[in-house]
């Protein structure tokens, strides 16, 4: 049952990264594939009726993770108190931003928060990537389940341990490649003249800078988590991961250069799933590495609550999941279709 | 400065008040907008759906910000409390969890559409939204009270080997007792705040004589539904709310209405100061053997006093407690008797004309929003010193690796981020009311309603 949390876990975040991500992605993007009021406006009813729901994957997990691994939920909060506090402020202004934008038709006011939307779409991707880093690489857990760390140290993955290191300041510039990949193929497929022909450049631009880094975040792990590879191959579900990951990539390309817009977005969120499911296969079953001592690792056995506790959960779970997904199946198609400039009121 | 507990408790204090201004409105808002729009069905006139549009732009700017300053909430319990979120997880993280999956995604989904979709929905679909978004909201609200329900009077969890609590029965967390009243007398409460503005603002127009027609059903609607709520907040969901806390929290209640001595026919203390370090309450005004009848049903009951009560288990800040309760009930009096002549009026058909009673009106619509803060604060106060009402302690459930520094840092960035969202909260809204119910401000941005026609 704790497996089957660990699983929950990785599919609401996973599905925050897919859904929230494209519209982090038009927001970092928007400010060079939309130039005018008119075009921005384009951009932003793209994603207008999306990006709220989306944000709420992130809660969701956050609840999951309160309720089935509490233990690593105090831990990794507390223990990134300055960090998570960054990402929390960067988040409440990207949302005003969004919401105050249009309640005046003044160009610095405008301006103003495009800017502020632009930053903090940005900045989040980076800082939840590199948090992904922190995960992977290892954290110094005390003997009672704690640590604290400082935003950088000695930028190593091997002496003193900051949030930010070479490898996690990798992860984080991954991430917001693959999100600005991602949300350009959204807006792609959402939009339609210059915004869509921009777009697809920028796509262009960061898919083999996306495949770089791929490959190499995937050789640096080998290198900081020995036997990372080891443990991938042993795992059927990474396996399976790998495959979609692969294919993703391979398709949104495809689908990108012959004019098939939504595949190659749908690409991207394979490519997506892939990803994160098969670092979960991989990490599966330790939640979070204790720098060190690996003994004192989080893992679904040590973290998670009580049975009762989880069964509690799984009788109500798969119902309120059930009607999430059914609201954006329902908002997919309200919104379907492209959003042209021209319908983009004066 | 060093001490992190207390600046652990001031921001949470302070972001989960600064918040809780903003759902308030919404949830009293998200009522008051079904109920001008079921009048607009029924035939009522343009000046509803007038009216119900207005008062919709208004609830999307305090639901932006109650989703913006909602999201650190979420995670506060764990950047600031993670002693208190490993040990009550497995219990508190099924409410909080079920806010997501059963509250926020409804309104997230419901919100762009009430916002942006009326001429695509109609009228009846429309209305069918508005109905959706009441529920959302409030379901949030039964999650989160039930939550700090938890935390007031805990049950339905069991002890686990490892020290932590864990769900013991669901269904008795869920329907907890103290859950049931308090989300009554809160939802009350809301609805008190959403009517004083909706009179605010009606009253507002009425004094300048503009937008007659918004301004009368406004006026109309918020009088009536501030009566009603601001009768229910006191009798009987507060009437409930004290059985409770006499039931379960009888320090609490000592506390809040500054009793140090224990006895029979306990008088309700009206107004007094008290004073801790000589066990008194100074120049009291006192209402004979009311306490008890109050707390128990019976002009005669024994009402235990602080005295009977190891000051361990004192509630920290007596003083702080004493005034906020007694803030909140003198307010909610205040809001009975002003309604009450407001409605008078209006039933005289004489509220347009009565002036003084319309400035009154104007200006009354922060008191609502103070007394449910102090409301709040009487809750939470009187918990003290637990964090879970007889299982943990306050002092044990802060996060142990967090020092005062970065606390004392982010409490002061959140309180300059919020000065800046607070301000230009208000002069959006002063703008929307400036402007009139027909005054459209330009809100094409996030408008995808027109697109999906053409589809």
């Given at each position: 049952m704790e497996t089957i949390w660990f699983g929950i876990s990785a599919f609401v975040l996973t599905m925050y990264v897919v859904l929230d991500g494209f519209d982090f992605g038009a927001?970092?993007?928007?400010?060079?594939?939309?130039?005018?009021?008119?075009?921005?406006?384009?951009?932003?009813?793209?994603?207008?009726?999306?990006?709220?729901?989306?944000?709420?994957?992130?809660?969701?997990?956050g609840g999951v993770l309160f309720l089935a691994f509490p233990a690593v939920l105090a831990s990794v909060l507390s223990g990134f108190y300055l960090a998570i506090m960054l990402v929390l402020w960067v988040l409440v202004l990207r949302g005003i931003a969004l919401e105050f934008r249009s309640h005046l038709a003044d160009r610095m006011w405008?301006?103003?928060?495009?800017?502020?939307?632009?930053i903090a779409s940005t900045l989040a991707p980076v800082l939840f990537g590199a948090a992904l880093g922190n995960l992977v690489r290892g954290v110094p857990l005390d003997a009672d389940g704690w640590f604290a760390l400082p935003l950088f140290a000695s930028w190593t993955t091997t002496g003193e341990l900051g949030i930010l290191?070479?490898?996690?300041?990798?992860?984080?510039?991954?991430?917001?490649?693959?999100?600005?990949?991602?949300?350009?193929?959204?807006?792609?497929?959402?939009?339609?003249g210059v915004v869509r022909a921009r777009s697809l450049v920028a796509a262009r631009v960061a898919f083999p800078v996306l495949v770089l880094l791929w490959i190499a975040v995937s050789a640096a792990t080998e290198v900081v988590v020995p036997g990372w590879f080891d443990a991938l191959l042993s795992r059927p579900v990474a396996w399976a991961g790998a495959v979609l990951l692969v294919a993703g990539l391979v398709v949104s390309a495809r689908a990108r250069a012959t004019g098939r817009d939504r595949a190659a977005f749908l690409g991207s969120c394979a490519f997506l799933?892939?990803?994160?499911?098969?670092?979960?296969?991989?990490?599966?079953?330790?939640?979070?590495?204790?720098?060190?001592?690996?003994?004192?690792?989080?893992?679904?056995?040590?973290?998670?609550?009580?049975?009762?506790?989880l069964a509690a959960g799984l009788r109500w779970w798969p119902a309120g999941c059930v009607l999430a997904l059914g609201y954006f199946a329902l908002l997919f198609r309200l919104h379907r279709g492209k959003i042209a400039l021209d319908d983009v009121d004066d | 400065m060093d001490d992190p507990l207390f600046w652990h408790r001031l921001q949470f204090g302070f972001t989960a008040t600064f918040h809780y201004i903003?759902?308030?409105?919404?949830?009293?808002?998200?009522?008051?907008?079904?109920?001008?729009?079921?009048?607009?069905?029924?035939?009522?006139?343009?000046?509803?759906?007038?009216a119900a549009r207005f008062w919709t732009r208004i609830l999307g700017l305090g639901f932006a910000l109650g989703v913006v300053t909602g999201i650190p909430m979420e995670f506060q319990f764990g950047t600031n409390w993670a002693a208190f979120s490993r040990t009550t997880g497995g219990v508190i993280g099924q409410t909080l969890a079920m806010e997501g999956l059963f509250a926020f995604f409804l309104e997230s989904t419901l919100l762009g559409l009430l916002l942006f979709g009326e001429r695509r929905l109609?009228?009846?679909?429309?209305?069918?939204?508005?109905?959706?978004l009441l529920l959302g909201s409030w379901l949030s609200a039964y999650f989160i009270v039930t939550t700090n329900a938890f935390m007031q009077h805990p049950v339905g969890h069991a002890l686990a080997a490892d020290g932590s609590y864990q769900v013991g029965d669901l269904a008795a967390f869920l329907l907890n007792p103290w859950a049931l009243v308090q989300v009554l007398h809160n939802q009350c409460g809301a609805v008190?705040?959403?009517?004083?503005?909706?009179?605010?603002?009606?009253?507002?127009?009425?004094?300048?004589?503009?937008?007659?027609?918004?301004?009368?059903?406004?006026?109309?609607?918020?009088?009536?539904?501030?009566?009603?709520?601001?009768?229910?907040?006191?009798f009987p969901t507060g009437h409930w709310q004290g059985r409770m806390v006499a039931a379960h929290q009888p320090v609490a209640l000592a506390a809040m209405e500054g009793r140090f001595e224990s006895g029979p026919r306990a008088p309700l203390a009206v107004i007094g100061q008290p004073d801790v370090a000589n066990r008194t309450l100074d120049n009291p005004v006192r209402l004979p053997a009311l306490l008890s009848w109050i707390a128990y049903g019976d002009f005669s009951a024994d009402v235990a006093g602080l005295d009977a009560f190891a000051e361990d288990v004192w509630p920290t800040n007596v003083e702080l407690l004493y005034y906020a309760f007694h803030v909140m009930v003198g307010l909610g009096t205040l809001f009975i008797a002003l309604m009450g002549l407001a409605t008078l009026q209006l039933l005289r058909?004489?509220?347009?004309?009565?002036?003084?009673?319309?400035?009154?009106?104007?200006?009354?619509?922060?008191?609502?929003?103070?007394?449910?803060?102090?409301?709040?604060?009487?809750?939470?106060?009187?918990?003290?010193?637990?964090?879970?009402?007889?299982?943990?302690?306050?002092?044990?459930?802060?996060?142990?690796?967090?020092?005062?520094?970065?606390?004392?840092?982010?409490?002061?960035?959140?309180?300059?981020?919020?000065?800046?969202?607070?301000?230009?909260?208000?002069?959006?809204?002063?703008?929307?009311?400036?402007?009139?119910?027909?005054?459209?401000?330009?809100?094409?941005?996030?408008?995808?309603?027109?697109?999906?026609?053409?589809?």
């Open positions: 927001g970092a993007l928007h400010l060079f594939v939309a130039r005018d009021d008119r075009a921005r406006r384009q951009v932003l009813s793209a994603i207008g009726p999306f990006w709220d729901g989306n944000e709420v994957w992130l809660l969701a997990g405008r301006a103003f928060w495009d800017g502020t939307f632009w290191d070479w490898y996690t300041v990798l992860t984080g510039v991954l991430a917001l490649v693959a999100i600005v990949h991602h949300g350009a193929l959204f807006l792609a497929w959402k939009t339609d799933l892939g990803a994160l499911g098969a670092t979960a296969a991989a990490l599966h079953p330790v939640l979070v590495r204790a720098a060190g001592d690996a003994s004192r690792s989080f893992t679904v056995e040590n973290a998670a609550a009580d049975p009762a506790s | 903003f759902p308030q409105l919404t949830m009293g808002l998200a009522l008051l907008v079904v109920v001008m729009k079921l009048a607009a069905l029924r035939g009522g006139g343009a000046a509803w759906d007038d109609g009228p009846r679909r429309h209305f069918v939204v508005a109905c959706g008190v705040s959403g009517a004083f503005c909706v009179a605010s603002v009606g009253a507002f127009w009425t004094l300048r004589g503009e937008h007659a027609d918004v301004a009368r059903v406004s006026l109309r609607t918020g009088v009536i539904a501030g009566l009603v709520a601001s009768m229910l907040v006191a058909r004489r509220l347009a004309t009565t002036r003084p009673l319309l400035w009154v009106l104007a200006l009354a619509f922060p008191f609502p929003f103070i007394a449910n803060t102090a409301g709040w604060m009487t809750a939470e106060f009187g918990r003290q010193p637990w964090l879970v009402y007889g299982l943990l302690r306050t002092a044990d459930g802060a996060s142990p690796t967090v020092h005062a520094g970065a606390t004392v840092f982010t409490t002061l960035g959140f309180a300059g981020l919020y000065f800046v969202l607070g301000v230009l909260f208000l002069a959006l809204v002063g703008r929307e009311v400036a402007l009139g119910p027909h005054g459209h401000a330009a809100h094409s941005a996030p408008d995808a309603s027109a697109h999906a026609e053409d589809a």
